[in-house]
């Protein structure tokens, strides 16, 4: 018996030589990163001895990081029954549940773990992890707590845990969490960028600029960063900022759906279409129920004219999420430029019912009504539009009431929109004069000159930038909304439908001598460009080309009425055509809008797309004929060849999308 007892000690000595051999050699190769060759040892360890604790728990450890989670926590289960009170098996368990996303299992084994170590702030903080994944942020926060009074100086712990308070919107405690997280570790990149989250949610969106730029500095690889501070500047509208960012949150996840949907967005409003359709095309492959990103190559499709491809997507988007607002609202704008007014108008009340307190719906549904004519109806809804993201101007904020027709009181007449909007809300300030006791009207600098020679005296008047004092009037109103008040119906437009702006005469008639040096011509003053922010805006231009081959003839001479630098274009028409276009050097046609007027009147006819240059001679009374494209815009009414907001004006309309050749030959 005792020389039986001796071999075997023996051949038990020789096993454990080996197994410590195979377990030396596999933990040098781990902690080289050579896991595989690592992964072989462990089991031929196991082989040895299946139930070697060191090589279960090291060999479920390296599965984990192989991320063979299953295989990680069946060995570890044999520790765990081998050695039931192994706390650290427990924990390393939990985490393998975890990335199999069974977080209830892991946050039961963290449990046992916190069981058998209550002192084990490890086991509190992937506890805190799992709650917070499910949604148990009060929990979360809880064990947070906890592993912060084990360990307090851990940067990492701070950091979650001002997450979970930031989800729960204690704003100013998440704010101390992750300020104590970088007072701890001052490079830690993912705190700033957290940081950096928090401010963009609470508006202070400089300061979120610093943190992410913070974040990025101390981890140039932190794509989330990239994609953070790319969304900031978009909020911003520092576009050309937030596209290189997105391009470099992309360069390091090229499958970032979220910086793909989002730099589309940017490319659109820069009116770079294709790149737009191209970046919403690749999030599209990559993630096919984004509804978000179907709305938004919707909205570029619509903008680019390919009503039947946006509908489509507008379609894709309500099969997705049929209780999507702004995807009936938006499809509601392409029916209606397909001619499908009672389907539009049955997707704006769709989309109303859904939200009643959502502005761009009702800001839809006023713009159809107000093309139908139907003003009594839509000038109630017009007034959403400050709600909207419209580009509208700003607000005026004051204690007084807004006017609505009372006699004799100190009325306060604010600007808002474009020039051109100003000069067609201008036709009711006679109206609204005689009704006041006194008037201000605020309104751009530029139409000053102009409004001050054609209304009556008393009027006081200001600029944009100089709102009148409160104790100078006793209620306000916007320019928007006084139609709501003297436009009830069609026919109250013919108390202002002819001339109500007057140029210097004696100007106009100056000018006229100087452009006909003595000959016997057709002066056409012609404009051909808007740069209009408004959605679309774009499809109402055309080209210098094209508009002067078709008007030039021997008796005519062009003159240029178009605002901004043009002299280029204008230059390369006489080269490559040989037509001479007029131009005023002492008339800046963009700034002197009262020389502009003068050269309005100067010509014979007015042939221009749809901008100020049109609202401006339509006021004076000029001879205009307006080029209108096939989308509809309300002013314009829906099919009329003539204006009631301007008596003078002949509208000539595209019969297809993009088609001007059938237009200019109309006027020819």
């Known amino acids: 018996m005792a020389l039986f007892k001796n071999n075997f000690s023996r051949k038990d000595n020789i096993l454990k030589k080996d197994i410590n051999h195979l377990l030396e050699m596999a933990m040098a190769e781990h902690q080289n990163g050579q896991l595989h060759s690592a992964e072989i040892k462990y089991l031929s360890a196991l082989e040895i001895d299946p139930d070697h604790l060191i090589a279960l728990q090291l060999s479920g450890l390296l599965a984990f990081q192989l991320q063979n989670y299953q295989c990680s926590i069946e060995r570890l289960s044999k520790v765990i029954f081998l050695k039931p009170n192994c706390f650290e098996a427990y924990n390393n368990r939990g985490i393998a549940y975890f990335e199999q996303k069974d977080f209830n299992a892991a946050i039961a084994d963290y449990s046992l773990a916190i069981k058998i170590n209550p002192n084990y702030a490890e086991a509190f903080y992937n506890r805190g992890l799992a709650r917070q994944e499910l949604g148990e942020l009060d929990d979360a926060i809880g064990d947070y707590t906890s592993a912060l009074s084990i360990k307090p100086t851990s940067s990492k712990i701070f950091n979650n845990r001002g997450i979970a308070l930031q989800q ?14 970088l007072s701890i570790d001052p490079d830690y990149a993912e705190a700033h960028n957290n940081l950096g989250t928090l401010c963009k949610e609470m508006n202070l969106l400089e300061n979120a600029l610093n ?58 409003k820069l009116n770079r279409y294709d790149e737009a359709l191209s970046d919403l095309d690749k999030a599209l492959a990559i993630k096919d129920d984004f509804s978000e990103a179907y709305n938004n190559r919707g909205n570029v499709r619509f903008a680019l004219s ?19 607002r702004e995807a009936y609202s938006n499809r509601a704008l392409v029916l209606k430029d397909l001619g499908r007014f009672d389907e539009a108008m049955a997707d704006l009340n769709k989309a109303i019912a859904l939200d009643p307190t959502y502005p761009e719906a009702h800001w839809n549904k006023a713009l159809q009504l107000l093309l139908f004519g139907e003003f009594e109806e839509g000038w109630p809804l017009f007034e959403w ?11 005026l904020i004051t204690s007084k009431p807004q006017w609505s027709g009372e006699a004799n009181k100190r009325v306060f007449l604010w600007a808002e929109q474009g020039i051109g909007d100003e000069i067609m809300y201008a036709s009711l300030i006679p109206e609204l004069a005689a009704s006041s006791s006194k008037l201000i009207v605020q309104c751009d600098e530029r139409l000053i000159p102009l409004f001050k ?16 004092p409160e104790d100078s009037y006793d209620c306000h109103i916007p320019m928007g909304s006084l139609p709501n008040i003297f436009r009830p119906s069609l026919d109250s437009f013919s108390k202002a439908s002819k001339a ?68 280029d274009e204008i230059a390369k028409l006489k080269e490559d055509h040989g037509i001479e276009v007029a131009e005023v050097s002492e008339i800046d046609n963009r700034n002197d809008i009262d020389g502009l007027a ?23 009374g000029a001879n205009t004929k307006v080029l209108l494209p096939f989308n509809r815009s309300w002013q314009w009414g829906l099919d009329r060849s003539d204006s009631y907001w301007y008596g003078s004006l002949q509208l000539h309309r595209q019969k297809n999308y993009g088609d001007w050749k059938h237009v200019l030959k109309t006027i020819k």
């Not at 992410?212 to 990239?226: E, G, H, K, Q, V």
């Not at 390919?306 to 999507?324: G, Q, T, W, Y």
Request: include cysteine.
């Open 168 to 181: 729960i919107k204690q704003f100013n405690n998440a704010m101390s969490d992750y300020e104590h997280a």
């Open 598 to 620: 003068a050269l309005i009147m100067a010509c014979d006819q007015i042939v221009s797309i749809d901008n100020a240059t049109v609202h401006l001679a339509g006021a004076l």
């Open 211 to 268: 943190h992410y730029s913070d974040a990025i500095f101390f981890d140039p690889t932190l794509a989330d960063a990239f994609y953070n501070r790319g969304i900031t500047f978009q909020k911003l509208n520092r576009a050309s900022e937030s596209l290189n960012d997105f391009d470099q949150a992309l360069v390091f996840n090229p499958q970032n759906t979220e910086a793909l949907n989002n730099r589309g967005l940017i490319l659109k």
């Open 306 to 324: 390919h009503l039947e491809d946006a509908l489509v997507d507008f379609n894709k988007v309500i099969s997705l999420k049929p209780d999507d």
């Open 453 to 468: 020679r054609s209304f009556i005296d008393g009027i006081e008047y200001r600029c944009r930038k100089s709102p009148a």
């Open 385 to 395: 539009r400050w709600k909207t993201k419209q580009h509208i101007g700003t607000e």
């Open 500 to 567: 109500y702006l007057h140029c210097e005469s004696e100007r106009s008639q100056e000018l006229r001598k100087t452009l006909l040096k003595g000959e016997a011509k057709t002066l056409i003053g012609i404009s051909w460009n808007s740069s209009s922010p408004i959605a679309g805006a774009h499809h109402r231009n055309i080209t210098l080309s094209d508009m002067a081959q078709h008007l030039d003839a021997p008796d005519v001479q062009l003159v240029n009425l178009q605002y901004g630098d043009v002299s």
